[in-house]
């Protein structure tokens, strides 16, 4: 049997005890029936060293949550894990750059449709009160461009009280809310190898506009994405120019109904592995392909 290792949290960060272990047997279950092992790693306990993830052929940083609380610690380790050529999928180099959502910025100037968006190296209370008129809208969301699954995320009403030091610290994103978060809700689609897999519609409960599960998020599977879906994610990864073995690919519709990129998650993206009707399959497949490649054979 195959082992391979899979990043996960920082023990010493509860904020995700309850939900990343599931996840985790998801993943195992999704690989044993092709005879790979999975091995949970501590992320935070190869920061200084690479030596603990050489010995395996591929290592995946699925479970990697949490580690935007700890920016700079991820940088340094993605870049020794690069140097060190450990068997990084996706790409240590990828890690890197998709943890600041400052590459939305890039990919906007290759063509790809993403929200209005005014980018503050430190946002200021003044600045939220402009955004409204320079965006034309009545409600804006606040969010660092280090950041995941809604961490420091504020949305905000026009006229409504918001003093400095409640806004996130350093680099910030600020947009348009969606109100289609609420009615239309934000699609994800899943990709394996370069292939597409499934689709997963995600909505907030009422009064929220956090489609996360922990905030009581409502997930359904699509049978059929809309063809202006794939067409947006199949230009997302056209984008990139690094090799992806996964990617899960965001985005919801503007009020004029065009669709828009709201994220690639590239690093640790839950694959939604329960709502997919293959179980898993185009995922092991994509890890048995990856497996086989010239000088990765256990």
Not at 213 to 229: D, I, N
Request: hydrophobic residues 45%; contains cysteine.
């Amino acid at each position: 049997m195959t082992r391979i290792a899979v990043l996960t949290p920082d023990p010493a960060d509860p904020s995700y005890t309850r939900q990343w272990p599931g996840v985790l047997e998801r993943l195992q279950t999704a690989l044993a029936g092709e005879g790979v092992e999975v091995v949970p790693t501590a992320w935070t306990d190869h920061v200084d060293s690479a030596e603990g993830l050489m010995a395996y052929p591929l290592v995946l940083p699925l479970l990697a949550w949490g580690y935007y609380s700890e920016h700079p610690r991820w940088l340094a380790a993605t870049t020794l894990w690069d140097r060190a050529g450990v068997a990084m999928a996706n790409p240590a180099s990828v890690l890197g750059w998709n943890s600041d959502k400052a590459y939305l910025r890039r990919l906007a100037e290759a063509g790809v449709p993403i929200a209005p968006t005014l980018w503050s190296e430190t946002p200021t209370a003044d600045q939220i009160a402009a955004a409204f008129d320079r965006l034309g809208t009545d409600q804006v969301v606040v969010k660092p461009t280090v950041s995941g699954g809604a961490w420091r995320t504020l949305r905000v009403a026009r006229g409504e009280a918001v003093a400095d030091a409640d806004l996130p610290l350093g680099a910030t994103m600020i947009q348009p809310y969606l109100p289609t978060i609420e009615t239309e809700g934000e699609t994800s689609l899943l990709f394996f190898g370069g292939r597409f897999s499934h689709a997963v519609n995600k909505r907030p409960v009422n009064g929220d506009f956090r489609i996360q599960v922990q905030y009581g998020g409502q997930y359904r599977t699509l049978e059929t994405p809309p063809v202006a879906c794939m067409a947006l994610a199949r230009q997302v990864l056209a984008a990139v120019e690094e090799p992806l073995l996964y990617a899960r690919i965001d985005m919801a519709p503007d009020a004029g109904g065009n669709w828009i990129l709201m994220e690639a998650e590239l690093i640790e993206p839950d694959f939604y592995l329960g709502s997919d009707p293959a179980g898993g399959a185009g995922f092991a497949r994509a890890v048995c392909e990856r497996l086989r490649r010239p000088g990765l054979e256990n």
